[in-house]
């Protein structure tokens, strides 16, 4: 299990944007079956060890393929892209000014506390960031890739992960103060 040069691989499934969920998932309980800790709960502590360190990447690797931008992450990862200190130029105009009135649409809903209004700003993130990673997958399937627009893309996938995070976070804020 040690030698693998992707989590693609260590899960057996072809490199690609697009995969199998279900595959990934019988994978995954095949995978944890044969390194569950309790399998080797009696045996030597360095056996014990690597069983949990191996379910402990296999968890990561399924966490990290089971969701879109992180597996996107991951394929540029693979290629050669570090998004942690990429240094690209900055996102598009229009994209940085989507973000803003989307930001204040959530404050201005946030101060009224206008939770259903804030509701239609998840749903709207939520079909923006599908929008987006129907593009990735569309860039990935190019031949060859191509690799500078998706990490345009994915970044701004990102950001609407973070943002619906942040709306999620109001809505139970609200929800408890109620």
């Known amino acids: 299990m040690e030698n693998y040069k992707s989590y693609f691989e260590l899960f057996s499934l072809p490199v690609g944007f697009d995969i199998n969920l279900s595959d990934l998932d019988s994978r995954f ?4 079956k044969a390194v569950h800790p309790d399998k080797y709960a009696s045996a030597i502590e360095q056996e014990r060890l690597k069983s949990v360190q191996q379910a402990s990447l296999i968890n990561n690797a399924y966490d990290t393929l089971k969701d879109p931008v992180n597996r996107a992450k991951h394929m540029l990862a ?5 998004l942690e200190n990429d240094k690209r130029d900055a996102l598009a105009p229009g994209f940085l000014m989507q ?28 079909d ?19 690799f500078d627009e998706i990490v345009k893309k994915v970044q701004e996938a990102q950001f609407f992960v973070r943002l619906k995070e942040n709306v999620d976070s109001i809505i139970l804020d609200l929800e408890s103060n109620e």
């Open 29 to 32: 309980r095949e995978l944890q």
């Open 78 to 82: 693979i290629n050669g892209f570090d």
């Open 99 to 126: 973000q803003i009135e989307l930001r204040e649409q959530i404050e201005e809903a946030q101060s009224n506390g206008n939770i259903d209004l804030l509701d239609e700003i998840c749903d709207q993130i939520v």
């Open 128 to 146: 923006l960031l599908r929008k987006t990673t129907d593009s990735i997958s569309q860039l990935f399937s190019q031949d060859p890739p191509g």
